[in-house]
């Protein structure tokens, strides 16, 4: 199934970007009065005719539509720390999206060799990551904030995991029993960077009511370590 995305769509027409019009008109050789999928990043899908094969902007006008197109359960909330190697970094948003993910934060804690973050091209990623999964909504990438301010700012009502790492694992349990422990599917799971995140910001987590969680006995980068737990969330609640 060939899926195009586009968040121009109003008055039952579709207007796709450069990008996607040279994907839908020069690579694919679609042409007017062909039929074609698009999603609006917002959940739905819809079944398009093309009246317009322009490789720069091609329009197509709405046959039919599926809301919640490939939808989850769950509402999941990533909040990892950008890697020093940010290929590493784009790589946990494209299998974290091809999972299921609601939204991506970037956070920068105490620890992070990384400050700069492009959040366009991790949007693209998401995009293309979306399409392949079919699924219709695609990830909020938010910009990055501080770990404190992400903490501070989390919604209560949520279940809020952090992982981290530490010799004594007394007071730790596994993300899956948590996960069993709670009938609540808005998750919030907050990764810290490679070099973990520091004991202020670890029990400032924990005096808001964040729960310490470990992702079992092997040590994970930091973009392994979230793509397990994004898993996990789609195991245990998908």
Not at 59 to 73: K, L, S
Not at 84 to 106: C, L, Q, S
Not at 117 to 135: E, F, G
Not at 176 to 192: E, H, M, N
Request: charged share 25%; net charge negative.
């Amino acid at each position: 199934m060939e899926l195009f995305y586009s968040d121009n769509i109003s008055a039952g027409q579709v207007l796709l970007d450069q990008e996607q019009s040279v994907h839908c008109v020069r690579v694919l050789r679609h042409r007017e009065g062909d039929t074609i999928s698009v999603i609006d990043g917002q959940g739905s899908l819809y079944e398009c005719r093309l009246v317009d094969a322009d490789p720069k902007a091609a329009v197509a006008t709405v046959i039919g539509r599926t809301p919640d197109f490939g939808a989850h359960p769950y509402h999941l909330t990533m909040a990892v720390c950008p890697t020093k190697n940010i290929d590493r970094f784009e790589w946990f948003a494209e299998k974290a999206t091809e999972i299921g993910v609601d939204v991506i934060a970037p956070v920068f804690g105490d620890r992070s060799e990384r400050r700069v973050l492009k959040t366009d091209r991790i949007h693209r990623l998401a995009v293309s990551a979306t399409k392949q999964s079919l699924k219709g909504r695609v990830p909020e990438v938010r910009e990055p904030v501080s770990v404190a301010e992400f903490v501070a700012s989390a919604p209560e009502g949520s279940l809020r995991l952090i992982c981290y790492c530490e010799d004594d694992e007394s007071r730790r349990i596994s993300m899956q029993d948590a996960l069993a422990a709670s009938d609540v599917r808005d998750v919030v799971v907050l990764i810290g960077p490679e070099g973990d995140f520091s004991p202020e910001e670890v029990s400032a987590a924990l005096s808001s009511g964040w729960k310490p969680v470990h992702l079992g006995s092997s040590r994970l980068r930091t973009e392994t370590a979230a793509v397990v737990a994004a898993t996990a969330v789609y195991l245990r609640l998908g």
